[in-house]
T-cell receptor, first 115, second 115 residues
Framework: AQTVTQSQPEMSVQEAETVTLSCTYD???????LFWYKQPPSRQMILVIR??????QNATENRFSVNFQKAAKSFSLKISDSQLGDAAMYFCAYRSANTGNQFYFGTGTSLTVIP | EPEVTQTPSHQVTQMGQEVILRCVPISNHLYFYWYRQILGQKVEFLVSFYNNEISEKSEIFDDQFSVERPDGSNFTLKIRSTKLEDSAMYFCASSSRDWYQETQYFGPGTRLLVL
C-alpha cells in the first residue's frame, strides 16, 4: 500500500513570511495524483492544490505552490505571504491513477501563523 | 459553492449500540466515500460507493459497517455494534468522477465517541 509521510507535526510562520510544509510518499506506481488539503478549526477539509504526476510543471494556486520531485517522491507545499487565515491543519494525500480511488493521507501538519 | 454536509457534528454512544452517520454529498456527484481519523492518527479510507453499490473497501470496513444511499440525497454509514475503538472523526466525501484525478470534496466530519 502507498504511504504518505508528513514529518512536521507542527510549524509556525510569521505573518507575511513564507513557509514550506514537507510531504514524502512511497509508491511503485508511475501514474498518480497528489493533493494538499487544508483543515481549518471549523473542520471542513478544503482542497488547496493538486498535482498530476505526469506533469513536470509544479502546480500553483495564488500564494500556494508545490515543489514536486517525482524521483525523490517529494511533494512540498510552499505558502507565500502567509495570512492569519492560513492557520490550519494541512494534509498531504496520494491517489493512484490506476488502482483505485481511495486517498492515502499523511498525519498532517498543524500550521500556526504568528501576527 | 456547494459543500458536503454531515450530521450530527458530534455523537456519543454506548458500546454495543448502533449508530448512523449521515452525509449529504454535493448534488451532482456520483461517487461517495467514508473515511475516519482516530485521534492523533492518519485519515484512513473506509469505503467508496457508486451506482448503489460498494466499489472499494478497506480492511477496516468489516461486517459491522454498512453504507446506504436511502434516497437521492443522503449517504449513510451505519455501525451496527459500536466498539471503543470506533471512536474517531468520520469524514464523508464525494466526487464527480472516479478513474480520473477528480478531487474528492470532504464534509466537516462527525466526531463519534463510544463509551
Amino acid at each position: 500500500a502507498q504511504t504518505v509521510t508528513q514529518s512536521q507535526p507542527e510549524m509556525s510562520v510569521q505573518e507575511a513570511e513564507t513557509v514550506t510544509l514537507s510531504c514524502t510518499y512511497d509508491t511503485s506506481e508511475s501514474d498518480y495524483y497528489l493533493f494538499w488539503y487544508k483543515q481549518p478549526p471549523s473542520r471542513q477539509m478544503i482542497l488547496v492544490i493538486r498535482q498530476e504526476a505526469y506533469k513536470q510543471q509544479n502546480a500553483t494556486e495564488n500564494r500556494f505552490s508545490v515543489n514536486f520531485q517525482k524521483a525523490a517522491k517529494s511533494f512540498s507545499l510552499k505558502i507565500s505571504d502567509s495570512q492569519l487565515g492560513d492557520a490550519a491543519m494541512y494534509f498531504c494525500a496520494y491517489r493512484s491513477a490506476n488502482t483505485g480511488n481511495q486517498f492515502y493521507f499523511g498525519t498532517g501538519t498543524s500550521l500556526t501563523v504568528i501576527p | 459553492e456547494p459543500e458536503v454536509t454531515q450530521t450530527p457534528s458530534h455523537q456519543v454512544t454506548q458500546m454495543g449500540q448502533e449508530v448512523i452517520l449521515r452525509c449529504v454529498p454535493i448534488s451532482n456527484h456520483l461517487y461517495f466515500y467514508w473515511y475516519r481519523q482516530i485521534l492523533g492518527q492518519k485519515v484512513e479510507f473506509l469505503v467508496s460507493f457508486y451506482n448503489n453499490e460498494i466499489s472499494e473497501k478497506s480492511e477496516i470496513f468489516d461486517d459491522q459497517f454498512s453504507v446506504e444511499r436511502p434516497d437521492g440525497s443522503n449517504f449513510t454509514l451505519k455501525i451496527r455494534s459500536t466498539k471503543l475503538e470506533d471512536s474517531a472523526m468520520y469524514f464523508c466525501a464525494s466526487s464527480s468522477r472516479d478513474w480520473y484525478q477528480e478531487t474528492q470534496y470532504f464534509g466537516p466530519g462527525t466526531r463519534l465517541l463510544v463509551l
